[in-house]
């Protein structure tokens, strides 16, 4: 999966769900594996400041609404501080 450079979080989530439902639920991914694992394709640094920590789903079979949150806080902070992302992944 190839993410343009400028992406919501929003965006990124939908592309992280159909890439699960198309590519990886089949092969036995969880959806925090194949989340993590595109988040170190399109983020790295980001990737590496969450993994082994609370936030690091990729041991989950699914994100609550809660972890999120969490998760798009520090994408947010990590993106510009937030600043509102126009297209898409």
Same mark, same amino acid.
């Given at each position: 999966m190839w993410f343009k450079d !400028?992406?919501? %979080?929003? !965006?990124?989530?939908?592309?992280?769900?159909? !890439? %699960?439902?198309?590519? %990886?639920?089949?092969?036995g991914w969880r959806y925090g594996q194949t989340y993590f694992n595109l988040l170190w394709r399109k983020e790295r640094i980001l990737a590496e400041q969450i993994r082994g920590t609370e936030l690091d789903p990729f041991y989950l079979d699914e994100i609550s609404h809660e972890h999120h949150l969490k998760l798009e806080e520090k994408w947010n902070q990590h993106n510009d501080n937030g600043r509102?992302?126009?297209?898409?992944c």
């Open positions: !400028d992406c919501s %979080y929003t !965006d990124f989530i939908a592309t992280v769900s159909i !890439d %699960y439902e198309r590519l %990886y639920k089949d092969g509102s992302r126009q297209n898409n």
